[in-house]
């Protein structure tokens, strides 16, 4: 099973609105990652957990705020997001080891009105 | 600086026939190279990796080469397929504090009936 669960499938939000993205995966991997793609281009990284704990973050603008509650879930606070963080958000996770397959959700197409 | 290069940008392809999509990178630290496939609004999904200490791994229809010393790889479907137009993408990974996952473009595969 290498499943990879991520809701809400889409989400349309206004600037000021608060809302959150969920991502979880039951296959026992270690890290977990947040990826963002706009149409055409290919998904670009935005924080990776390793062991529970922020190991990077892209310079990702604070009103993105991810979150691992533990080691199964990976949350993506949003919070006075601008419409051109419309976007898919892809959530993926890998054993956490050197050459590890990463292991995509099906994203949550978001719009920002 | 763009490490991982994918430089044909679509590919179409006479169904029955093999399928050869190409990606260049950059960066020797690069250890693990994989391919995916995307649909649109949709996850990558995994296809095939291959170690750096390889040259050539097989599964079923999917071949993927590697040439350390051109810093290219390729992937190989025979016999493509209907079911295999979507968009591919190569991908890399490094260790920088956790494993980072460097895609390409993408080249986009048409298989005609």
């Known amino acids: 099973d290498t499943e990879v669960t991520q809701t809400p499938k889409h989400l349309v939000m206004g600037m000021t609105n608060k809302k959150s993205l969920k991502c979880e995966q039951h296959?026992?991997?270690?890290?977990m990652y947040w990826y963002k793609q706009k149409a055409k281009k290919p998904p670009e990284l935005m924080f990776v957990?390793?062991?529970?704990?922020?190991?990077i973050n892209e310079s990702v603008p604070s009103r993105f705020s991810p979150e691992c509650p533990n080691s199964s879930l990976l949350n993506l606070h949003l919070h006075a997001l601008q419409p051109e963080d419309s976007a898919l958000y892809l959530c993926?996770?890998?054993?956490?080891?050197?050459?590890?397959?990463?292991?995509f959700g099906p994203g949550t197409r978001l719009l920002v009105l | 600086d763009q490490q991982v290069k994918q430089n044909s940008p679509s590919l179409s392809v006479q169904e029955g026939r093999i399928s050869i999509l190409n990606c260049d990178y950059t960066n020797s630290m690069f250890d693990y190279f994989l391919w995916y496939k995307k649909y649109p609004a949709e996850g990558p999904t995994f296809l095939i990796s291959?170690?750096?200490?390889?040259d050539k791994n097989e599964d079923g229809r999917f071949t993927v080469f590697l040439n350390k010393s051109a810093k290219h790889l390729s992937l190989h479907i025979v016999p493509s397929q209907p079911g295999d137009s979507a968009v591919y993408f190569c991908?890399?990974?490094?260790?920088?504090?956790?494993?980072?996952?460097?895609f390409g473009q993408g080249t986009r595969l048409t298989i005609n009936p």
């Open positions: 993926a996770s890998s054993q956490g080891d050197r050459r590890e397959t990463q292991y």
């Open positions: 991908a890399a990974t490094v260790i920088q504090g956790a494993q980072k996952l460097v």
């Open positions: 296959m026992g991997h270690r890290a």
């Open positions: 291959i170690s750096s200490i390889k």
């Open positions: 957990y390793s062991y529970e704990k922020l190991s």
